[in-house]
């Protein structure tokens, strides 16, 4: 059983940096992509950042300059530091991996990213 579980929301102004931290279980889960959703109130899920196994990295043009995707293929854990923080930025933030060979995607349960003006 595969499960994933982010660490790291809370509250920060306006300017401020936060960073998100995805942990995997399971022993033998061989993740090819990894990386990080968000989803405001009233709004759709939206990708923030995910980067590949071979480390190409694809990022929402309203981050890109501030937040940086990273993830340790050994510890198949990932990490999104975000900068200049904005409260337009406020929202669950969710990672998100799919299994390599299986295509099999998974989600972690969100953290909380809340920026005040």
């Known amino acids: 059983q595969v499960q994933l579980v982010e660490s790291g929301g809370g509250l920060v102004q306006t300017g401020g940096s936060l960073t998100l931290s995805c942990e995997t279980s399971?022993?033998?889960?061989?993740?090819?992509?990894m990386g990080w959703y968000r989803q405001a109130p009233g709004k759709l899920r939206e990708l923030v950042a995910i980067?590949?196994?071979?480390?190409?990295?694809n990022y929402a043009d309203s981050v890109k300059g501030r937040f940086t995707v990273s993830r340790d293929i050994v510890k198949n854990t990932a990490y999104l530091k975000m900068n200049s923080l904005k409260p337009e930025d406020t929202a669950v933030y969710y990672c998100?991996?799919?299994?390599?060979?299986?295509?099999?995607?998974?989600w972690g349960p969100g953290t909380q990213v809340t920026v005040s003006s």
């Open positions: 980067m590949s196994r071979g480390s190409s990295t």
């Open positions: 399971g022993s033998s889960f061989r993740a090819n992509y």
């Open positions: 998100y991996a799919d299994e390599s060979f299986t295509g099999r995607q998974f």
